[in-house]
């Protein structure tokens, strides 16, 4: 598919309201389907570093289990600019888009929450040029997942959760349903 075929998508999926989570280069094509902007940043950001919740984030759907600040890994050389109304939940010096929201049901992460030892070590051998900018990266994996875990988990149980409780929505079924 084209990136015009998953803009597409996702404008549907904002104007239907059905829930939304995009990851990385899934949350700037979210901020871009709804009306902000994707664009190169000032060099790659990688490796295991903070970010900082916002007051806003304390009450989100998904993030307001999280600490005030998260340890994550960072795998991106792209930022965004967030879209007319978005919400931020979560900022870094470096780049302060870090995750938000849009409207009641569509969410954006920059940062790489899905990821175990075996995500970031595939990273790490498909992109060694870049895992090599970040001294430590594999070695301290197991104990940035283990303090990350809870976390993480909690964020895509709550998701689970949303998802769960939007699927009596008529809007969120007439999305997935096929049509002839």
Do not use: K, N
């Not at 949350?27 to 994707?38: R, S």
């Not at 060099?43 to 304390?58: D, K, L, S």
């Amino acid at each position: 598919p084209s990136r015009a075929d998953e803009l597409a998508l996702l404008r549907a999926a904002l104007e239907a309201e059905v829930p939304v989570l995009g990851v990385c280069l899934g949350a700037q094509l979210l901020a871009v389907a709804a009306g902000g902007v994707a664009r190169p940043g000032s060099g790659p950001q990688i490796g295991w570093g903070e970010v900082a919740m916002t007051e806003a984030a304390h009450d989100d759907p998904l993030f307001a289990a999280v600490p005030d600040r998260l340890r994550v890994l960072h795998w991106h050389g792209d930022t965004m600019d967030l879209p007319p109304g978005a919400t931020l939940l979560a900022s870094c010096d470096r780049y302060p888009v870090q995750a938000f929201r849009i409207g009641g049901s569509a969410w954006g992460v920059q940062f790489h929450l899905e990821v175990d030892g075996t995500a970031v070590e595939a990273f790490a051998g498909a992109f060694p040029e870049e895992a090599a900018t970040a001294p430590g990266l594999l070695e301290s994996a197991p104990a940035e997942l283990a303090a990350l875990a809870r976390h993480r988990d909690d964020v895509f149980e709550r998701f689970a959760a949303f998802v769960a409780g939007r699927a009596e929505r008529t809007a969120t079924r007439a999305f997935f349903t096929r049509r002839a």
